[in-house]
């Protein structure tokens, strides 16, 4: 069954806020990954030699730094805008998930990459982009609310292509960051699933099935005394008017 977000929720102050803020920090992430690409372009020194060394005691700094390094304009542009896409939506649905999701997707990538990459220097951030669309298309699929397989459909159809980026079709590009981003992100979709659930839409007749059970449960409990175990039917309905 696929659950209906409360609209008195999804349109409330609080959450135009966070969608705000979203924005925001989706806008510094890019801008902090264009800004060490300009300081790449201004060293004389070639900074993507600090990319990650799969399996190499070195190479473990990558694993901070590589997604930081882009190796020329157009593998910049291919990262950011997905990003800045992705990071948006999975902080306004998923404020609480991604705080501890995104660094995951993070260094977990680059360590599991480092692991079984190839021998070769891995740089981008490609592996987030791809660990950030992966925990929104997989939350759509175990969350089972409008909003979120909305988003999950979304991604299926816009990036949708990207799956054939984990296969080694392509050994130009680092198709191990990929498949390492794409397992993070859909196992932390899964292990956070429960988290960040907005309050569903009720109709009045869930309302007055809730009244009957209570009923039903008081009149069990008649020989104990008083039940105080259920909610009055106003107390029910001002649920839906809490987020303004």
């Not at 950030?132 to 909305?150: E, H, P, T």
Request: charged share 20%; with cysteine.
């Amino acid at each position: 069954m696929i659950e209906v977000p409360d609209s008195g929720y999804t349109s409330s102050k609080r959450a135009q806020a966070n969608f705000v803020l979203a924005l925001r920090l989706a806008f510094w992430l890019v801008a902090g990954l264009s800004l060490a690409y300009i300081i790449d372009l201004l060293t004389p020194q070639d900074l993507l030699v600090w990319g990650l060394a799969p399996r190499e005691a070195s190479g473990l700094i990558g694993v901070l730094t590589a997604p930081l390094l882009h190796a020329s304009l157009g593998h910049l542009v291919s990262n950011v805008l997905p990003l800045f896409v992705g990071v948006s939506l999975m902080v306004y649905l998923f404020p609480n998930a991604a705080v501890r999701a995104v660094p995951l997707i993070y260094f977990g990538s680059g360590l599991l990459a480092w692991i079984f990459a190839r021998q070769a220097i891995h740089v981008g951030a490609s592996g987030i982009v791809y660990g950030v669309l992966a925990f929104l298309f997989v939350s759509g699929l175990v969350r089972r609310d409008l909003r979120s397989l909305g988003v999950s459909l979304m991604v299926a159809f816009v990036y949708g292509s990207i799956v054939w980026g984990v296969l080694p079709f392509d050994t130009t590009m680092s198709w191990e960051l990929h498949l390492a981003g794409t397992l993070m992100g859909a196992g932390c979709a899964i292990r956070y699933r429960q988290w960040d659930r907005p309050p569903m839409k009720r109709y009045d007749w869930e309302f007055e099935e809730d009244i009957e059970d209570d009923k039903a449960r008081q009149w069990a409990g008649a020989d104990d005394g008083p039940s105080h175990t259920g909610r009055s039917e106003q107390d029910k309905r001002s649920e839906i008017d809490r987020w303004g």
